[in-house]
């Protein structure tokens, strides 16, 4: 199978240099320039706003969370129990359920920002960023949407808060210019009532595949869903208690070989053998598949259902595309319409941050969880951990606190050094 990827390496070759944005205007920012308005960035700047520290955030879209906002699905849950995302120093409203809605989620983040009194600038994509070696300071340019015009931002210090789901992944397929139906990635899939009675082959069988897929069967369409190599899925729930929260509280009791061992047999137990449905297990358990590849076991919140009932067919890899259909790789033809691609997102640094030793080539910092934080020159990272929210709140909350003590022990130096000259000033006028 034909099945590249687009890379983040591409960004190299066609990023814009240096000169091609030079800046209309500069602004000299006294405090950390954090780039996205996500949860991470939020979280970074409530820390901040705490106490007393002034910062910029640069935010490529019209709104904060524009992840969960414009690129999700209408009927998305929040995955994990409510506990476990919501964010540092503001908790959920009560009436919050154990899954909260996006709708609910958005709304919050919307009462987050303005709680702190965090007022990100919007439209602003930045597009380049270099540490200056001659005067020890960041230069961060982003162009604005609205008029193309760059503006250059110059700081101590840069929060990279851009996300592990910057930019969608669009494999490439042979004789996918050949397909008359449409082609959407899952970033731009809303519902499926536009999909009535239609064959949809989704691809891709993480969390967001298999909801599109369940999603499509509650509004009548034929979802046929390609897996393609092996996929850990678990129940949401074993015996009532969140899977998620049961493998957090076991790990600190027994290894994790013995939790992942006792969760497969949970969810045998639960869900039972899926092998003959087509969705073959990983030979690594769930946890430590996570932990060595950063891949995220499905939880499932009904799909497998349809799978049994045949609602939901299950077909391998794809060969290549025709006018009609796909041939797969088993050499079956399928006659489809329109194609999903569940097929994830990568993070976009490389294309923008001029910076080889704390982020990797993929875009994400070198140094492991819970280490991968901060850089060399005043370089931060927040929310590059695969450990969704609560991870990058982690970062955030240390990320604040360690430019916040640099920031407060700079000012007074600078405070002292004013307050020795204005006295000078004073004397001399005696
Ligand atoms: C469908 C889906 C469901 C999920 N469900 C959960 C869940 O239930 N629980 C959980 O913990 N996690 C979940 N996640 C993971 C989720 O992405 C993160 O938990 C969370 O959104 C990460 O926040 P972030 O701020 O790091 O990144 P993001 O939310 O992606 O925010 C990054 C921001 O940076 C902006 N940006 C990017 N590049 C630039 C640039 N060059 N210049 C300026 N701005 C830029 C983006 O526009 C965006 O607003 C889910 C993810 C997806 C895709
Ligand atoms: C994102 O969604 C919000 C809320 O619906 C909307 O106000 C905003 O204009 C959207 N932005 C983009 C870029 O689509
Ligand atoms: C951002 O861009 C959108 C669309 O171009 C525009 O409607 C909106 O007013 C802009 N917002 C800001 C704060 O510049």
Redesign the pocket.
């Known amino acids: 199978m034909n099945n590249k990827c687009v890379s983040p390496m591409m960004f190299h070759a066609k990023q814009e240099n240096e000169e091609l944005l030079f800046p209309n205007r500069c602004v000299l920012v006294n405090g950390p320039v954090i780039v996205g308005a996500g949860p991470s960035g939020l979280v970074v700047g409530a820390g901040l706003k705490q106490q007393g520290v002034p910062f910029v955030i640069l935010e490529r879209?019209?709104?904060i969370a524009?992840l969960w906002?414009?690129k999700t699905y209408d009927r998305l849950k929040l995955h994990l129990p409510r506990k476990f995302c919501q964010l540092p120093y503001f908790p959920f409203p009560e009436n919050f359920p154990e899954y909260p809605t996006k709708c609910q989620f958005?709304e919050y983040l919307e009462s987050y920002a303005k709680k702190f009194d965090i007022g990100p600038m919007f439209n602003e994509s930045v597009q380049f960023a270099k540490f200056d070696e001659k005067c020890g300071l960041w230069r961060v340019r982003s162009v604005r949407s609205t008029d193309g015009s760059v503006v250059e931002y110059i700081s101590r210090w840069i929060v990279v808060a851009t996300g592990e789901n910057a930019e969608k992944v669009v494999p490439e397929f042979e004789g996918a210019q050949n397909f008359e139906g449409g082609v959407i990635h899952a970033c731009d899939y809303k519902s499926g009532s536009v999909y009535q009675d239609k064959k949809v082959l989704v691809v891709g069988c993480g969390n967001s595949g298999m909801e599109i897929s369940l999603d499509l069967c509650h509004h009548n369409a034929y979802p046929s869903m390609v897996v393609r190599s092996s996929v850990h899925v678990l129940p949401r729930e074993i015996l009532g208690k969140s899977t998620f929260h049961l493998g957090v509280s076991m790990m600190k009791w027994m290894p994790q070989w013995l939790v992942d061992k006792m969760l497969l047999i949970a969810t045998r137990l639960t869900l039972g053998n899926l092998e003959k449905h087509g969705i073959k297990r990983p030979s690594v358990g769930p946890l430590k598949l996570k932990d060595i590849a950063g891949k995220t076991p499905v939880l499932d919140i009904g799909t497998l259902q349809k799978i049994k009932s045949g609602d939901i067919k299950v077909v391998p890899g794809i060969k290549n595309f025709l006018p009609g259909g796909v041939e797969l790789v088993n050499g079956q033809v399928l006659e489809i319409d329109s194609v999903v691609l569940a097929t994830g997102y990568h993070s976009n640094v490389p294309s923008w941050l001029k910076e080889t030793r704390f982020f990797s080539r993929k875009g994400l910092p070198r140094t492991p969880f819970p280490n991968g934080w901060k850089g060399e020159d005043g370089l931060y990272s927040v929310g590059f951990t695969k450990r969704g929210i609560s991870g990058a709140s982690l970062d955030a909350i240390r990320v604040a606190q360690d430019i916040a003590t640099i920031w407060k022990q700079e000012t007074e130096q600078i405070n002292q050094v004013l307050a020795i000259t204005s006295h000078r000033r004073l004397e001399s006028q005696f």
Do not use: A, R, T
Request: hydrophobic letters at 15%; one cysteine or more; proline letters at 0%.
């Open positions: 879209s019209n709104c524009s906002q414009n958005v």
